[in-house]
C-alpha cells in the first residue's frame, strides 16, 4: 500500500463528518442502540461494534488502520502506553510455568516485568546476548512460549537478526515479540521478517512533539482479537480519542520528519566523530557501527538516538558538558521536535561512577527538527565548557 495514501487517506470516511479534512475526536465514552437485538450482537461481539469506547472507538479507528498498513500487518491495537502495549503483548502468550527469552537490557519496563511482575506467576526469563542468534537457540527449554526482542535497543542499539530468530521460534512453536520504536515501520517492518507482534511506544516518533504517551502493537488478526477480548478490554488502558486524534496528526508528518531528523543526524555524527573529547559514537548506520551490515540488511534506515562515549575522568565533567548545553534539552524520552540529552551517569549514584567503565561515560543525544547548525553550535560551546578539565 503507498505510504501517502495510507497516512493521508485510508480509514478516513469524511463523507460520515461533514466532509472534513481533519477526523473529529468522537469523544464519546458509549454508544446508543435502538434496537435490544442490536446490543446483543454488540454484547456478543464487541470487537465489530461501537459499545463502549474502553473497547473500540471511532477515532481510534482510523489510527489503527493506518498504523496497521504501515507496520505491514493485519491488525492493530493502540494502548495508553508503549509499556502497557509490552505488557499487553507478553502477558497475551504465558502463563504459570512458562518460559520467556528476551534480549538482555530490554527497555527498562519490559525488565521490571520479566523481573518484579512475572515471577509472582512462576515465569521466568533468561537473558541473551542478542548479536547471536544461536544464544537464542541454547536458551530455548520446552516450556519457552515467547521470545522478545527489542532491535536496535535504545540506547547502544544492539541489533537481533530478526528473521533468523522469527524461523528459529516458529520450528518451536514459540511466538515472537519485538519492540520497534527506535526504527518505526518507516525504517524497519519485523513482521515482514516473520515476527509474530510488533510494538512501538507512539509517544516517541508516532505522537512526535513531545505531548502524547501511547504505545501501538501490531500482528495477525486472530492474535490481535484475542488480545482486545482479553488484556486489552481487562487492563483498560486503550488510547484515549483525543491522543488518538493527536498521533493520526502526528502520522501526516512522520515521513517527512524523519527524513529531516535523518540528514541532521548524518551531519552530527560527522561531527562529533572528529571531535577530540568524543571516544567514540554509535549510530547503527555508521559504517564504524559493529552491526552495521546487519541494520543494512534489515532496516532502511536509522535517525534521532546517537550515544557518545566522552572522554572524562569524573562524573562531573560529563555533568558540566549537560549543564552547559543551552538549547539541547535534558529529559528523558525522544522522538520529539526537540533535541535531548541523556547523561547514563544520571541513572548511577555518583561514588558509583567509574571511568574506566566505558558506559559510564556514555550520553544519548536525540536529534530533533532544529537546524543542525543550530545544534552543533550549542554541542561546541558544551564541549569548551570542558575543555579545560580532564
Ligand atoms: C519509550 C519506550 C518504550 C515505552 O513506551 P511508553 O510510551 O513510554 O510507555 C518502550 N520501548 C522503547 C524502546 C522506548 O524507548
Known sequence: MDISYIINELGEEREDYFRAIAPPIIQTSNFAFKKVDDLRKSFEDEYSTWLYSRGLNPTVEILRKKLAALDGAEDCLVFNSGAA?????????????????????????AQRMFEVILPRFNVTV??????????????????????????????FFELQDLSAIALLAKQHNIITICDNSYCTPIYQQPIAFGIDLVLQSGTKYIAGHSDTVAGVLCGKRQMIERIFNSEYMNIGSGIQPFNAWLLIRGLRTLPVRLERITRST???????????????????????????????KQMTGACGLVTI?????????????????????????????????????????????????????SLRLYIGLEEPAYLIADLLGAFESIASLS
Open 309 to 361: 562515549f566522552l572522554k572524562a575522568e569524573s562524573a562531573q565533567t560529563i555533568e558540566l558538558f549537560c549543564e552547559s548545553l543551552k538549547h539541547i534539552l535534558m529529559a528523558v524520552s525522544w522522538g520529539g521536535h526537540e533535541s535531548l540529552i541523556l547523561p547514563k551517569c544520571a541513572g548511577m549514584k555518583p561514588e558509583n561512577f567509574d571511568p574506566k567503565n566505558q558506559d559510564h561515560r
Open 126 to 155: 533468561t537473558y541473551v546476548d542478542g548479536c547471536s542468534t544461536e544464544n537464542f537457540a541454547l536458551a530455548i527449554q520446552p516450556t519457552t512460549k515467547v521470545i522478545y526482542l527489542e532491535s536496535p535497543n535504545s540506547w
Open 266 to 296: 548524518y551531519e552530527i555524527v560527522g561531527f562529533l566523530k572528529a571531535h577530540p573529547r568524543v571516544e567514540k559514537v554509535l549510530f547503527p548506520m555508521d559504517p564504524s557501527f559493529p552491526q552495521y551490515e546487519l541494520a543494512q
Open 85 to 109: 502495549a509490552i505488557f499487553a503483548a507478553v502477558l497475551a502468550n504465558i502463563k504459570s510455568g512458562d518460559h520467556i527469552v528476551s534480549v538482555k537490557s530490554p527497555y527498562t519496563w
